[in-house]
T-cell receptor, first 116, second 114 residues
């Protein structure tokens, strides 16, 4: 079974600084998607960034970028120029292509605090 | 595009009662997913539909749980004879086939079983 591990239950960062959230996953498949979702307090889950496993180039969305290391099964999220609005739970998620469901397997999350 | 909506947002019930939740996906999305999220955990997959067909159910989905998507639009999730262990946030998400698996989530229904 596929699993996703987020080893940092909590992280904190100073406003305007950079922070990296870690994620590792376990799978025997070669094709899959990886995601980072953000869940602000009492608000709904929002997609932050997506990576297709067949792409070697790391995905980037404005201040958010990933470091995708397929051989190491690692998928970290870097947030640059952190803002107060970045404070949230961040979930790493894996989506297998096999079976066709594209269901998401989530890690336990990392709570990010942004200090002014 | 009004996003994914869920109703109710909060539900408090007594053990043994039945509850039903509704999810309205983004209108053109043909896939609809249900997840359960307990405190301190990430969401766990329960089941999904493509159009009106329920194509996969997790082993987490006991016989007391049933989901429908009768016309391929909104979906309902019913829990019969609720137990305290059913207390959780129930999340609905929708997606469009061919969009690289990107799912859009609703705000969730928080269930408390007393």
């Amino acid at each position: 079974a596929q699993t996703v591990t987020q080893s940092q239950p909590e992280m904190s960062v100073q406003e305007a600084e950079t922070v990296t959230l870690s994620c590792t996953y376990d799978t025997s498949e070669s094709d899959y998607y990886l995601f980072w979702y953000k869940q602000p307090p009492s608000r709904q889950m929002i997609l932050v960034i997506r990576q297709e496993a067949y792409k070697q180039q790391n995905a980037t969305e404005n201040r958010f970028s990933v470091n995708f290391q397929k051989a190491a099964k690692s998928f970290s999220l870097k947030i640059s120029d952190s803002q107060l609005g970045d404070a949230a739970m961040y979930f790493c998620a894996y989506s297998p292509l096999e079976g066709g469901s594209e269901k998401l397997v989530f890690g336990k999350g990392t709570k990010l605090t942004v200090n002014p | 595009d009004t996003g994914v909506s869920q109703d109710p947002r909060h539900k408090i019930t007594k053990r043994g009662q039945n509850v039903t939740f509704r999810c309205d996906p983004i209108s053109e999305h043909n896939r609809l997913y249900w997840y359960r999220q307990t405190l301190g955990q990430g969401p766990e997959f329960l089941t999904y539909f493509q159009n009106e067909a329920q194509l996969e159910k997790s082993r987490l989905l006991s016989d007391r749980f049933s989901a429908e998507r009768p016309k391929g639009s909104f979906s309902t999730l019913e829990i019969q004879r609720t137990e305290q262990g059913d207390s959780a946030m129930y999340l609905c998400a929708s997606s469009l086939v061919g969009t690289l698996g990107t799912q859009y989530f609703g705000p969730g229904t928080r269930l408390t079983v007393l």
